[in-house]
């Protein structure tokens, strides 16, 4: 499954993302629609907050080459073991080139964010190889045009010690402020989110 989130005009989809329609495999449908995230689970079948295990990667782009894509669309779910896979692309827009906001990553285009899900913690060792070999590939094809700025595996690189400053520079605390403000009992969190102040 490829879905994409889209951070910018309407009419911007289309051009962004029409020359990709024209090649194979082409999607089943393609449209464009505002989701929350309760809609997100609703139309995907999945519960809020996730019950499967999840491995998830991140990779800033500055652009998405055909040699990237062709990486993209091979991504496959492993049928075998009742693993799923999934890519979101998420498009920018002009939203994050302001240098003073949190976003570690202004001059990016693209957050491509494939995704493997899984209930067993026996295929553990088998979903996570997945990610990594799709990562692997991506870099590979990302590499001569350097198109990769950034990547993680399920968000957080563990070997960062510092990722809350890698990630969101010096607007860590302030963060934070806002957080205890808005979600105090952190309903809403995720791998690499900010938690409140107690």
């Given at each position: 499954?490829?879905?994409?989130?889209f951070?910018?005009?309407?009419?911007?989809?289309?051009?962004?993302?029409?020359?990709?329609?024209?090649?194979?495999?082409?999607?089943?449908?393609?449209?464009?629609?505002?989701?929350?995230?309760?809609?997100?689970?609703?139309?995907?079948?999945?519960?809020?907050?996730?019950?499967?295990?999840?491995?998830?990667?991140?990779?800033?782009?500055i652009?998405i080459?055909e040699?990237?894509?062709?990486?993209?669309?091979?991504?496959?779910?492993?049928s075998?073991?009742?693993?799923?896979?999934?890519?979101?692309?998420?498009?920018?827009?002009?939203?994050?080139?302001?240098?003073n906001?949190?976003?570690?990553?202004?001059?990016?285009?693209?957050?491509?964010?494939?995704?493997?899900?899984?209930?067993?913690?026996?295929?553990?060792?088998?979903?996570?190889?997945?990610?990594?070999?799709?990562?692997?590939?991506?870099?590979?094809?990302?590499?001569?045009?350097?198109?990769?700025?950034?990547?993680?595996?399920?968000?957080?690189?563990?070997?960062?010690?510092?990722?809350?400053?890698?990630?969101?520079?010096?607007?860590?605390?302030?963060?934070?402020?806002?957080?205890?403000?808005?979600?105090?009992?952190?309903?809403?969190?995720f791998?690499?989110?900010i938690?409140?102040?107690?």
């Amino acid at each position: 499954m490829l879905n994409c989130s889209f951070n910018g005009p309407h009419f911007d989809a289309d051009k962004v993302f029409q020359p990709w329609l024209s090649q194979n495999p082409k999607p089943t449908f393609y449209s464009v629609f505002n989701y929350t995230q309760s809609d997100i689970s609703r139309v995907l079948g999945m519960p809020f907050p996730v019950v499967n295990r999840e491995h998830i990667l991140s990779s800033m782009t500055i652009n998405i080459t055909e040699a990237m894509l062709d990486v993209i669309l091979d991504f496959q779910p492993n049928s075998t073991l009742d693993i799923g896979s999934w890519t979101e692309i998420v498009y920018l827009h002009n939203t994050n080139k302001d240098k003073n906001t949190a976003y570690a990553f202004p001059d990016i285009a693209f957050d491509i964010v494939p995704g493997i899900s899984w209930k067993n913690p026996d295929y553990d060792p088998y979903a996570r190889q997945m990610s990594e070999k799709f990562l692997e590939k991506l870099i590979d094809a990302a590499a001569p045009t350097k198109s990769i700025v950034g990547a993680y595996i399920n968000h957080i690189d563990p070997y960062l010690r510092d990722w809350q400053t890698m990630y969101y520079r010096n607007n860590w605390d302030r963060l934070r402020d806002v957080q205890t403000k808005w979600d105090p009992t952190w309903y809403f969190r995720f791998p690499r989110g900010i938690p409140p102040r107690k």
